[in-house]
T-cell receptor, first 109, second 113 residues
Framework: GQSLEQPSEVTAVEGAIVQINCTYQ??????LSWYQQHDGGAPTFLSY????GLEETGRFSSFLSRSDSYGYLLLQELQMKDSASYFC??????????FGPGTRLSVLP | EAQVTQNPRYLITVTGKKLTVTCSQN?????MSWYRQDPGLGLRQIYY???????DKGDVPEGYKVSRKEKRNFPLILESPSPNQTSLYFC????????????FGPGTRLTVT
């Protein structure tokens, strides 16, 4: 079967750094994406990795290791507005996306 | 403004009464998808479309139909809704030049009693 695993919850304080891990087991793999979703809102795209290594976009970075079927999202200089759910998603083939169950991040003052 | 729109945003219906949720995008995106979101399960893809008149099943297509007669529209049809289809539904679109970056609509909360 296909599955992605993420921690269900993570808590950190403002200004800290937090890492959200994602491991995957899918029948195909083109790349790993990350999405943010605030309560009551729609998911919004954060980053994408097709190749091994680190991609940096401002305070957010994403890492992929295809050999380990593993990736992570790194959030630096945490702000209160970063409190949200974060989803990893594998592009399986074509436009078939498989999402993880999500990690709820709580940022404390 | 570039956006994906869905209608209705909220819907309460009864078992067996056919319904359609519309989705439209104004970004000229080639690809479109439908997802359902349930607590603890993340988003699960129902159907996707890579072109007009081209649709494919996602991971949970049972009980749903879609059509793509125009590039901008991708309606989701529930011909005989059941209570287990109570969920939050999202439509998404993606450009061919960035096929991994999905733009999501605001969501449709469906309750089937």
């Amino acid at each position: 079967g296909q599955s992605l695993e993420q921690p269900s919850e993570v808590t950190a304080v403002e200004g800290a750094i937090v890492q959200i891990n994602c491991t995957y087991q899918t029948s195909g793999f083109y790349g790993l994406s990350w999405y943010q979703q605030h309560d009551g809102g729609a998911p919004t795209f954060l980053s994408y990795n097709a190749l091994d290594g680190l991609e940096e976009t401002g305070r957010f970075s994403s890492f992929l290791s295809r050999s380990d079927s593993y990736g992570y999202l790194l959030l630096q200089e945490l702000q209160m507005k970063d409190s949200a759910s974060y989803f990893c998603a594998v592009t399986n083939y074509g436009q078939n996306f498989v999402f993880g169950p999500g990690t709820r991040l709580s940022v404390l003052p | 403004e570039a956006q994906v729109t869905q209608n209705p945003r909220y819907l309460i219906t009864v078992t067996g009464k056919k319904l359609t949720v519309t989705c439209s995008q104004n970004m000229n995106h080639e690809y479109m998808s439908w997802y359902r979101q349930d607590p603890g399960l993340g988003l699960r893809q129902i159907y996707y479309s890579m072109n007009v008149e081209v649709t494919d099943k996602g991971d949970v297509p049972e009980g749903y139909k879609v059509s793509r007669k125009e590039k901008r529209n991708f309606p989701l049809i529930l011909e005989s809704p059941s209570p287990n289809q109570t969920s939050l539904y999202f439509c998404a679109s993606t450009s061919g030049s960035h096929p991994y970056e999905q733009y999501f609509g605001p969501g449709t909360r469906l309750t089937v009693t």
